[in-house]
């Protein structure tokens, strides 16, 4: 009989219904990991919700780190912010894989395994979506002197850039908020960052801190130099689209003209 483990959406739900599923000591290909519930209950199939357990998490993060090697883990740590809801059994049956080969650390480059290919393709997605966002956040001053950043991406990625902020703006207090998740990525200045959540009665709303008064000046000339140095002749949107793509730029500064008009699009 076909058994499902379904996680929390979660790095630690996750680990957590993998460190199950070798602790049954089942076949594999009988064992799934489902992330969240599902609509439509398959027929002769059993189905266990599993309880995040941090010590678990850990095992198991330990164990991919020592056998697939930093980037191999890395590459799992990126799948897992997906919001495919197939990545869990991706990771799953990669693992397993991984774990059979003479050289763990080899599993990336299996590309002819579709469970491999599945967490490559994610990882890569989400790496990217990461290294665009470190060069697309716009960071507003507020009145209090708090920078503070809204963004919308696919993937649940705050946790990557936030090292990337915090080294490069050490000395500053800032805010990353992911609207998607309902995530804030807090940097008190001078000290380490951490990540807390809506549901854990958080809040900050900008609209109550007022922009800076030389945050509005400047805004308003950094969004009249990117309008108007374009060469008209030289205007190419397909690459200007490929390069910068429209769903980031209802939250940069030089587009807040027009981002009502590209909240709608679906690029």
Not at 75 to 99: H, N, T
């Amino acid at each position: 009989m076909e058994l499902y483990l379904i996680c929390e959406d979660s790095l630690e739900g996750i680990f957590t219904g993998i460190y199950e599923a070798y602790l049954m000591k089942r076949p594999h290909e009988e064992i799934h990991i489902q992330v969240g519930e599902e609509e439509n209950l398959r027929l002769f199939a059993e189905y266990r919700h599993i309880v995040p357990d941090p010590g678990k998490a850990v095992k198991v993060a330990r164990t991919i780190g020592q056998k697939f090697g930093s980037d191999g883990y890395m590459s799992v740590c990126r799948a897992l912010a997906s919001p495919d809801s197939l990545k869990g059994e991706a990771i799953y049956k990669m693992i397993v894989k991984g774990l059979l080969m003479k050289n763990p650390a080899a599993i990336m480059d299996n590309l002819a395994n579709p469970d491999v290919l599945k967490v490559f393709e994610l990882a890569r997605f989400c790496g990217r979506e990461t290294h665009l966002l470190t060069g697309f956040i716009r960071f507003k001053e507020m009145d209090n002197g708090i920078l503070y950043s809204p963004i919308g991406p696919k993937n649940n990625i705050l946790t990557f850039l936030m090292p990337h902020f915090a080294d490069r703006l050490p000395l500053e207090n800032f805010v990353i908020h992911d609207e998607n998740r309902g995530l804030f990525g807090l940097h008190p200045k001078q000290k380490k960052w951490y990540v807390v959540t809506e549901a854990e009665g958080f809040k900050f709303n900008p609209a109550d801190q007022p922009c800076s008064e030389n945050e509005a000046i400047y805004s308003e000339l950094f969004t009249m130099f990117f309008h108007t140095i374009a060469i008209e002749g030289r205007k190419n949107p397909k690459l200007h689209r490929n390069i910068m793509p429209l769903r980031y730029r209802e939250y940069m500064t030089e587009y807040e003209r027009h981002s009502t008009q590209l909240k709608h699009d679906n690029f």
